[in-house]
């Protein structure tokens, strides 16, 4: 877990990538699990790992499959200082303000993180009116103390530069819980696939994407500049087996398995990539599930519709409380994530 654990503390909002994309990189090359490593002009990182196939096996025009993770996590931009030195900011990514209040923040500036609090504006419980208590605050009513003095704090963060909410990695009984899971297990499943893998006939190309959660922006670039046979998005999902919410919009179950993606409301999956990834799991007596998102998308809708098209499947590792920091991913889940993408790779 040490490397999911250092993948959810890098602060990486969309368009702010450098940070996570710096970690990624210095491990993948050190794993040595790959052939070929670049940075394409949006900033997707991709790593190539050619056919390995087994000994005295010769593979002609091997299928390019690409797998693709997005590294941003939801967050803001600076938007505003005011005179008192509290600041504003403009959201990147989507959030339920019900998760907003009283929490602990990192200001990412060009001189370091600056540690600070959030809060929505207005009258503290003990005197607000009855019709304040009511109200839920929009991102607009929300600022950020750092604690310092005006001048202090014009002088150090400057407009645009990045905000994420801070929270511990956790082992909570069977889960590991986090802020952003969503999508650094992602990130993190194509890595393990990768490192379990000997032998494989097709070449894999891992794209670690940027702008995901501000409208699927890098995926559609790297899936043009890869041209694939085939596209597995590799992202988490909801997990809403919980209190107050029908079994019927459960989306999926946590400890079932790795979820495959039927469909969402930005792209339909391959079924017979469905099937293959099923049968494969049977194979190797590996969990898996359907699931249905009703709203909400991922990567592999631009890998879908790159070209002339692309035979496309989703993946996601089931999420309790996703976009909080305190998602909650199941031990068994994750383990099932990178064992099923690890052994469909190999079948193929």
Known sequence: MELLKTLTQTPSVPGRESRIRAVLEDYLNASGCFDEIEIDSMGNLIAVRRARPEPDTVVSNPLRVMLAAHM????????????NGYVRVNPVGGFDTRNLFARKVRVCTG???????????????????????????????????????????????????????????????????????????????????????????????AAFTVQEEVGLRGAMPAAFGIEPHIGVACDTTLCCKTPGVPDEERVSVAGAGLALHVMDSSMISDIGLIEDFEAVAVKNNIKSQRAILPRGGQDGAMIQRSRGGVRTIALACPIKYIHTVTEMAHRDDLEAYHRLLTAWLTSL
């Open 72 to 83: 941003d996590q939801i967050g803001f931009l600076v938007r505003h200082i005011d005179d």
């Open 111 to 205: 001189e370091g993180d600056l540690p600070g609090v959030m809060n929505p504006s207005g009258r503290p419980i003990h005197i607000a009116t009855d019709d304040e208590k009511k109200k839920v605050p929009v991102i607009s009513d929300f600022f950020i103390d750092l604690g310092m003095e005006a001048e202090a704090v014009q002088s150090r963060v400057r407009i645009g530069d990045m905000v994420v909410l801070d929270g511990p990695f956790q082992e909570v009984g069977d889960y590991v819980a986090s802020q952003c899971l969503d999508n650094r297990v992602g990130c993190w499943a194509q890595i393990r696939a990768i490192e379990n893998l000997t032998y494989h006939n097709c070449d894999i190309y």
